[in-house]
């Protein structure tokens, strides 16, 4: 007799990890994607689908992710790290200076903090024409 176990959100996001570690990130997606319709109410979940569309540049869906995981979770520091991101491959610098400001405002001295601080010391709007 066979015995099925029904995969649950968590084992779909370490699935996802792992996927996203290796650079697969098509199927890191899809696994977190599994991971937030089985447990929605899971901020982490949110986050890690962002991200790994960020890496495959599906930045409004990314952008959906993220904000889901604000909703679920204000202050998720790692999510406005990953907004800010999108906000400069986006062009909008205004966007891309709150979301790095919110992240140093939520931890100064944590390393996002910190990382958040050098980019906006050094970050120069794109020109476009």
């Known amino acids: 007799m066979v015995r099925r176990t029904r995969v649950h959100g968590f084992q779909h996001n370490q699935?996802?990890?792992?996927?996203f570690q290796s650079g697969a990130f098509d199927l890191a997606a899809?696994?977190?994607?599994?991971?937030?319709?089985?447990?929605?109410?899971?901020?982490?979940?949110?986050?890690?689908?962002g991200v790994a569309l960020l890496q495959k540049e599906q930045l409004d869906n990314a952008?959906?992710?993220?904000?889901?995981?604000?909703?679920?979770d204000p202050r998720k520091q790692s999510a406005y790290y990953h907004l800010a991101q999108i906000y400069e491959k986006r062009g909008d610098a205004k966007a891309f200076r709150q979301a790095f400001e919110k992240v140093i405002e939520?931890?100064?001295?944590?390393?996002?903090?910190?990382?958040?601080?050098?980019?906006?010391?050094?970050?120069?709007?794109?020109?476009?024409?």
Do not use: C, M
Not at 15 to 19: A, E, I, S
Not at 30 to 49: I, K, R
Not at 63 to 72: F, Q, S
């Open 15 to 19: 699935l996802g990890v792992t996927f």
């Open 106 to 129: 939520l931890g100064p001295k944590t390393h996002l903090g910190q990382r958040a601080r050098e980019r906006l010391d050094h970050w120069k709007p794109r020109i476009t024409t």
């Open 63 to 72: 952008e959906v992710a993220l904000e889901r995981t604000l909703a679920l």
């Open 30 to 49: 899809e696994q977190f994607t599994f991971a937030t319709t089985g447990a929605p109410w899971v901020s982490t979940y949110w986050l890690n689908l």
